[in-house]
């Protein structure tokens, strides 16, 4: 009997609704930390506490659930992998913030440092279980380093995405020039026969600032190159989207073996 994966067949449509996810992990991300605890406000420099770290306590505690029930699944659950997908990527938004604004490390340095974690990981995954899984994961280790992974390169693209916008392509820009590389990256996929688990995670990297430059521009003010859009109802309206594709196209685990 065919083994079955916990996570995802890549498919079209994965990297669609990966995209969709951390699109929604910027705008919820930001919701919380900008619109609700006013980071954003003259009045936030004053404040006790950080709002970019009130927001990654409010969503790391709902993604160390989500991963834990994820690992202890039997098989591959649609819904629970992608809430699990949704809670790291808003849990990346606010402590790449977090990283980069309240403690000062600058885009450049969190950057370099959210890599270095992010490859020191990979490194760890290979020599601990000899190869880099893609889509036949499972099993409690190759799980915990597949979600430490995924946690450490959402916070590196949100990260990586406001260093791009902010010097000087802009929000729209920026999401042209991750949308080529993601582009480049599934050509060298079809075209070459590079390392999988190598393109796998580069591509799941760049959706990352990918999605954070698309939902920068949805929700910052016109007057710095966004549309202004309200951040909660972007936010739902992305949430809708990933819910009514899951629905239209639903995905089955990928492949053991």
């Known amino acids: 009997m065919e083994q079955r994966s916990k996570v995802p ?8 609704v990966k995209i969709l996810a951390t699109t929604f992990g910027e705008t919820a991300g930001d919701t919380v930390t900008m619109t609700w605890l006013g980071e954003t406000t003259p009045d936030a420099a004053g404040a006790a506490v950080s709002g970019y770290l009130v927001g990654t306590a409010i969503f790391g505690l709902p993604l160390l659930l989500l991963a834990a029930m994820q690992i202890r699944a039997r098989q591959f659950h649609p819904a629970l992998y992608w809430a699990t997908i ?16 309240s403690i000062g490390l600058g885009y450049p340095g ?16 290979r020599a601990r279980e000899g190869r880099i899984a893609v889509d036949d994961v499972h099993g409690f280790r190759p799980e915990l380093f597949y979600w430490a992974t995924i946690t450490f390169s959402q916070t590196l693209g949100t ?7 902010d010097s000087g392509p802009g929000y729209a820009g920026s999401a042209l020039i ?3 590389m993601l582009g480049l990256v599934a050509l060298l996929w079809f075209r070459t026969k590079l390392p999988r ?18 939902g920068d521009w949805f929700d910052k003010p016109l007057a710095k190159g966004g549309l202004e859009v309200s951040r909660p109802v972007a936010s739902l309206i992305l949430l809708a989207a990933i819910i009514l594709l899951l629905w239209w196209r639903p995905q089955r685990a990928g492949k053991h073996g």
């Open 9 to 16: 067949e890549l498919t079209l449509w994965f990297w669609i």
């Open 86 to 101: 949704i809670a790291s990527t808003t849990f990346g938004t606010t402590l790449a913030d977090f990283a980069t604004r």
């Open 110 to 125: 969190g950057s370099m440092l959210l890599l270095a974690l992010v490859i020191g990981t990979l490194l760890a995954w």
């Open 159 to 165: 990260a990586l995405g406001d260093w791009v916008a």
């Open 178 to 180: 991750f949308a080529v």
């Open 197 to 214: 688990p190598m393109l796998f995670w580069a591509a799941f990297i760049l959706t990352r600032p990918l999605g954070a430059t698309i």
